[in-house]
């Protein structure tokens, strides 16, 4: 990551951070600049996520936390990091990642409290969205978003590409639900739910639940569907 010479306004200068990195360069890098910028600002260093506590965010602004996990590990830390979010209100979240967990995150993580980076984002963004995160500041990187758009246009075949709310069906028939019991989940007409099942298998060229079942095991399946790779369809 690069250091910018951009004068940065600081809209909180005493902004109370937590950065969570395995990368020791990130962690001293990001304290160093900090200090420099703003010293009236304070940071407490971890190397895993694991490590926050209730003590410690009930007295932090901003946490800067990279999250670079197998799809494996990644729904568990989704699942702990939003029950952190409806603990701690106050908190403003920088979250840093690589490009192919972009829409697990946009989906399981992004809200008002929540921005989204790219692991490469040069440090005077970073340092832009720890003073600023309350402010005016953008919730997903360009950065984040090129990456993303470079990867998906090798990978990923758009006229096959399912719309947010089909891959959310999908994902959760995966996971054994009915689809009355997805309608409920939702609050969507049954006939709302079973449409958008329909209109998936018909823009995947699946005819049948078989198919549909085959192909959510499938290599190609768990990847549309951001399923980890031991997920179970029954």
């Known amino acids: 990551m690069q250091e910018s010479k951009t004068r940065i306004f600081l809209r909180n200068p005493f902004c109370r951070a937590a950065v ?13 600049i900090m200090a420099q910028r703003a010293p009236q600002s304070s940071v407490v260093l971890l190397s895993d996520y694991s490590e926050l506590n209730p003590e410690m965010l009930a007295q932090i602004d901003v946490v800067v936390l990279e999250l670079d996990s197998s799809l494996q590990e990644i729904f568990v830390e989704c699942e702990f990091l939003n029950s952190l ?6 908190i403003q979240w920088i979250i840093m990642l690589p490009a192919h967990l972009t829409n697990i995150a946009i989906e399981r993580l992004l809200n008002s409290k929540t921005s989204l980076l790219s692991l490469y984002e040069p440090m005077s963004s970073i340092i832009e969205h720890v003073f600023n995160s309350g ?39 995966s996971k054994g639900w009915q689809l009355t019991q997805i309608a409920t989940l939702l609050e969507k007409n049954y006939k709302t739910v079973s449409a958008q099942k329909s209109s998936a298998l018909r823009r995947l060229g699946l005819k049948s639940d078989a198919e549909m079942f085959a192909w959510m095991i ?15 369809v029954v």
């Open 85 to 90: 979010h409806n603990q701690f209100r106050q």
């Open 20 to 32: 969570v990195s395995k990368r020791p360069l990130m962690r001293d890098g990001l304290q160093f």
């Open 135 to 173: 402010g005016e500041v953008e919730r997903i990187s360009r950065l984040l978003l090129q990456e993303k758009a470079a990867q998906s246009s090798g990978t990923e075949v758009p006229s096959n590409s399912l719309t947010f709310s089909e891959r959310r069906v999908l994902r959760l028939i």
């Open 218 to 232: 499938s290599e190609s399946g768990m990847q549309e569907l951001n399923l980890p790779p031991d997920n179970a």
